[in-house]
């Protein structure tokens, strides 16, 4: 008798979502991926058919949110279904080269993949890691079966141009990829599909698309012969080229007949960084890197044929670490009780058994004076040079109406929910760390550079302008600029003239890179 309530109770959660095995789960990650650019969320000039077709099949969210603005945080909150602050991981790395010795997921953090490999799965990783470089923290070594990837937060989309930053086959570095790096990543998927398609499978698809560098193959850039901007066409390729690869893998589904057996899910790690790569957020303000919606907000949709909703638009808020927790219980295993997860199982709520909302309550740190609370429709950020400011995103997606002075009791609320989540949290491991600040190995310099703030950035390059506008024209000629060579990759639009915006957007994309 008690083997036969055992048998029961291990065959509850499959009975529940209509499988009658273990779903096999795909978790497809996008970087940087603005709000706005996808087709399903408004985006005009750039097609997304295949990742838009997930939406169509299942459900799309209006509320869905990263766990952090940045990647490497955002991809731990991912993978450990915990608000990252617990194990103190609230900052990037900087290049891996630069970065701290205690950067990386704890070992005593189980990830998803290390739960799923126990419970039988076959666990893939293809793409992106960057949440630990060092032996023991890498991807091969907590739970993957099956890994192509790169450790770091960004690298070049032309394999043999980026000897700093390798790609890995099952812990060994490639030598001979010729692919770009987005179609090799659905290359490999389509094989890990392949040959684990009679077993329940985990393929964590991590893309470095739509991050910079801007690089796209003559292949996808000719799609878009209309865009005139050179650095829009490009990103149109590079995303382009992702749709294509998330249509590969949807295509892999249909061809063994997994379709209804998979439960897909798609978001981003993060906002666009508008500036550097011509990424989208509208109508949200702010950008990665800032906790405005722009910096939190992102394409986030799920699909399950048979056991969820076709086409429906989910308007409660949901976060990336709900992907985790929604995964562990639709594959029957029991969620932990030691480390409680922060993200909470989404299909109930999604199929209407649970009519309640997910979460009442979402928070993001940054730092003591950058965060962030939602309390249902009201949210608090803070940002450097902006103070605390009070929003009803209800009435105000775009955070354009600072209702901090009009509803100081509401303020209260809010700042008195953040300082009491914040409390539970452990302070930052690490700094992120680069040349500015750091030797090669880690080691903090004593005298570090001094970090300039991008307001203080722009003071200085609006000052240097005007030295060189002679006669307060708003715009420089080649004649007024001693750097002939410099001016020309200033003048994007070839017209022999250089606005203040133009010479901004210059620098930005060197920031990130390019």
Not at 147 to 164: E, H, I, M, N
Not at 167 to 194: P, W
Request: aromatic share 12%; glycine share 8%; hydrophobic share 35%.
């Amino acid at each position: 008798m008690r083997s036969i309530i055992t048998l029961v109770l291990i065959a509850l959660p499959f009975a529940m979502y209509g499988g009658q095995k273990k779903p096999n789960i795909i978790v497809i990650l996008a970087d940087d991926l603005g709000y706005a650019d996808l087709s399903c969320q408004g985006c005009e000039d750039i097609p997304t058919p295949h990742i838009d077709s997930i939406a169509e099949s299942g459900i799309r969210f209006t509320n869905g949110y990263a766990n952090h603005p940045v990647c490497s945080p955002s991809r731990a909150g991912l993978l450990t279904g915990r608000y990252q602050h617990r194990f103190g991981f609230e900052n990037n790395s900087g290049p891996e080269r630069f970065a701290p010795a205690n950067f990386g997921v704890p070992r005593s953090e189980k990830l998803m993949s290390e739960r799923l490999k126990v419970a039988g799965y076959a666990t893939g990783m293809m793409g992106k890691w960057h949440i630990g470089f060092k032996e023991g923290l890498r991807p091969w070594e907590r739970g993957f079966d099956t890994t192509y990837v790169f450790l770091s937060g960004a690298r070049s989309f032309w394999p043999p141009k980026d000897q700093r930053n390798p790609t890995y086959l099952n812990g060994k570095v490639i030598e001979d990829e010729t692919e770009y790096l987005t179609d090799a990543f659905a290359r490999e998927s389509e094989k890990f599909i392949d040959t684990n398609k009679n077993k329940p499978f985990f393929l964590y698809l991590s893309f470095n698309a739509v991050h910079a560098p801007l690089e796209a193959s003559d292949k996808y850039q000719q799609r878009f012969p209309d865009i005139e901007d050179p650095d829009r066409k490009t990103y149109a390729g590079m995303l382009s080229a992702m749709d294509d690869a998330v249509g590969r893998v949807l295509d892999r589904l249909k061809k063994h007949d997994l379709v209804e057996d998979t439960l897909v899910f798609f978001y981003s790690d993060n906002g666009g960084p508008t500036a550097q790569t011509t990424s989208r957020n509208d109508p949200l303000r702010g950008y990665k890197g800032t906790r405005w919606e722009g910096g939190i907000r992102v394409p986030f949709m799920v699909q399950w044929p048979g056991t969820l909703p076709k086409g429906k638009v989910y308007e409660e808020m949901v976060m990336g670490f709900d992907v985790n927790a929604t995964s562990l219980v639709a594959a029957g295993i029991k969620l932990p009780t030691d480390k409680p997860l922060d993200g909470v199982d989404l299909l109930p709520y999604l199929t209407g058994k649970n009519k309640g909302k997910p979460h009442s309550k979402l928070f993001w740190r940054s730092g003591e004076d950058r965060y962030a609370a939602r309390v249902g429709d009201w949210k608090i950020v803070s940002e450097r040079g902006y103070g605390v400011e009070l929003f009803n995103l209800k009435e105000d997606i775009a955070e354009s109406n600072n209702l901090a002075m009009a509803n100081p009791e509401k303020l209260e609320m809010l700042q008195k929910a953040y300082k009491e989540w914040s409390g539970q949290m452990m302070k930052p491991q690490w700094i992120r760390q680069d040349s500015t600040n750091a030797e090669i190995g880690g080691k903090l310099k004593e005298n570090p550079q001094p970090t300039r703030t991008s307001e203080q950035r722009q003071q200085i390059l609006r000052q240097r302008f005007k030295e060189f506008d002679k006669d307060n024209s708003g715009k420089l000629t080649i004649d007024e600029f001693e750097n002939k060579e410099l001016f020309k990759q200033f003048d994007r639009n070839n017209n022999g003239f250089v606005t203040f915006k133009e010479v901004s957007e210059y620098y930005a994309r060197r920031r990130a890179g390019r």
